[in-house]
């Protein structure tokens, strides 16, 4: 299968077919040539860091892609929201916002200690 040899570790075309499609599902489209490459960069290091390397997943990837766009609109000052929208944010939101919010799949026992068991929460 042919590689994109203009990314970083020369990635498969259908990987990268695969990422732009999970991205196109969210209504991005990448755009930004420098973060596109710093996103191949990335998984490329991830790739090289396993005793047999292999790629990450798409999802992964896309994510990756993702968390380097929100850098680059918070460097810009363009990820806030209005003052009205801050104001107006539902509980489920503003739990999501805030982090504060436990999540069941976290929670789980700690090892005991001295047959103590001591619960993460």
Known sequence: MAESR???????????????RQLASFGIR????????????????????YVYPRW???TEIASQYMVLLLLEMQANHALKLPYRAA?????SVRLRLTGRRSFPLLEHEQPSIAGIETPVG
């Open 6 to 20: 203009n990314l970083p570790g020369w990635p498969k075309k259908k990987l990268v077919a695969q990422v732009r």
């Open 30 to 49: 990448p755009s930004l040539t420098r973060l596109w490459l710093e996103t191949w960069q990335w998984a490329s290091q991830i790739t090289n860091s």
């Open 56 to 58: 990450p997943l798409p």
């Open 87 to 91: 104001e107006q944010q539902p509980e």
